[in-house]
């Protein structure tokens, strides 16, 4: 069982800044990577920002330059800091984990529970 537990999210005025956490736990050997996606009524779940095992980063092209992922491997938390936040990124925002459970196993991919984030004035 893996469990991912996400916080930071709120309500913030247009120009604003939100930190998310995402702190996974559980039977984890290994992560492959962790990222942040996000998703409004009606839309399909979009990515926001992924960073893999190496930290390597990947950024929608919306958020490029405004958010940005970073991780603390020693915790296996993920965090999508987000400033200068428009309307247009209010959403429920979902971590996501791709871990492997032993050496030899495939990848595994985990959900969080989401999180919401509203701009507003």
């Known amino acids: 069982q893996v469990q991912l537990v996400e916080s930071g999210g709120g309500l913030v005025q247009p120009g604003g800044s939100l930190r998310l956490s995402c702190a996974a736990s559980g039977s984890i050997f290994s992560i492959s990577g962790m990222g942040w996606y996000r998703q409004v009524p009606g839309k399909e779940r979009e990515l926001v920002a992924t960073?893999?095992?190496?930290?390597?980063?990947n950024y929608a092209d919306s958020v490029k330059g405004r958010f940005t992922i970073s991780r603390d491997n020693a915790k296996n938390t993920a965090y999508l800091q987000m400033n200068s936040l428009k309307p247009e990124d209010t959403a429920v925002y979902y971590c996501?984990?791709?871990?492997?459970?032993?050496?030899?196993?495939?990848?595994?991919?985990?959900w969080g529970q989401g999180i919401q984030v509203t701009v507003s004035s």
């Open positions: 996501n984990l791709k871990y492997y459970q032993d050496l030899y196993g495939g990848v595994f991919t985990s």
């Open positions: 960073i893999n095992s190496g930290g390597s980063t």
